[in-house]
């Protein structure tokens, strides 16, 4: 795994700093010109953006942020980079369908709702 994922990583299941991992993988996929992993670090920039969309209710924002970023997880292999994609594109379809119905909803309530942030999985190599 490549270091720069690992902090990605680090930062998104335990500090829960969607920001600082937007800011991260914004300069690796600017950054990177081989497909798929240039394509891999925006999607994973549109994950994290949508889990600060959810908590600052924009569910709007999170939703078009969905639609940009799915594809091209669905497009890459269960296991990229040493992250479980498969897991990651189930669980965020399962976050997209609870999202209330409203465009916005009351800054930090989401939970109210049944919604938690998503968290990434690490997979061993050969897994």
């Given at each position: 795994m490549r270091e720069q994922v690992r902090e990605f990583v680090r930062l998104f299941n335990g500090e829960r700093d969607f920001y600082e991992c937007h800011e991260l993988f914004e300069l690796a996929w600017k950054a990177e010109?081989?497909?798929?992993?240039?394509?891999?670090?925006?999607?994973?920039?549109?994950?994290?953006?949508?889990?600060?969309?959810l908590n600052q209710g924009y569910m709007r924002g999170f939703r078009k942020l969905y639609g940009y970023g799915f594809g091209v997880l669905e497009a890459l292999p269960d296991v990229y980079e040493g992250l479980d994609v498969a897991r990651l594109r189930q669980e965020w379809t399962a976050q997209l369908h609870r999202l209330p119905e409203a465009d916005t909803i009351e800054p930090g309530t989401f939970r109210e709702y049944g919604l938690d942030y998503l968290t990434l999985d690490v997979q061993e190599s050969g897994k």
């Open positions: 010109s081989q497909e798929p992993l240039k394509s891999f670090y925006k999607a994973m920039v549109q994950v994290a953006t949508a889990q600060f969309k």
